[in-house]
């Protein structure tokens, strides 16, 4: 039973942030592709003994390398902030709706009518158009 929420609590999250995961995934294969091209080069660089090629050759490794890493702990770091963002969006719909109802009860309608006006859902377009 463990292990079945465990795996549905995984592919839920992977399903949510499916973007992001994938984003992240390509940016580390492409640290461990700059790294698998720059072997490659200085191996080629030394057989042809062109070794001053090597000052620069390093640090754009690095550089590329730095780079995905930062991005990528950056967007790891981001998933979260994003449920936090939608988390603030429902409070402030909320906050939206009581003052709504602080509207329509402070107006000059009677408290029947004022309740009436906001537990009532309205069905379809001409409701809505005759409530405004």
Do not use: C
């Amino acid at each position: 039973m463990f292990k079945q929420a465990k795996s549905a609590f995984i592919w839920y999250h992977l399903y949510k942030f499916r973007r992001t995961v994938v984003l992240i995934v390509l940016l580390l294969s492409v640290v461990l592709f700059s790294q698998w091209i720059y072997s490659d080069v200085v191996e080629y660089l030394t057989l042809r003994k062109k070794l001053e090629y090597l000052d620069i050759l390093l640090p754009i490794k690095w550089v590329i390398i730095f780079f995905n890493i930062g991005l990528s702990s950056y967007l790891i770091t981001s998933l979260f902030k994003k449920e936090k963002k939608e988390e603030v969006k429902v409070q402030s719909d909320v906050k939206k709706e009581k003052q709504k109802e602080d509207t329509i009860k402070s107006s000059t309608l009677s408290e029947r009518e004022a309740s009436f006006l906001y537990k009532k859902k309205l069905s379809n377009k001409a409701d809505k158009l005759v409530n405004g």
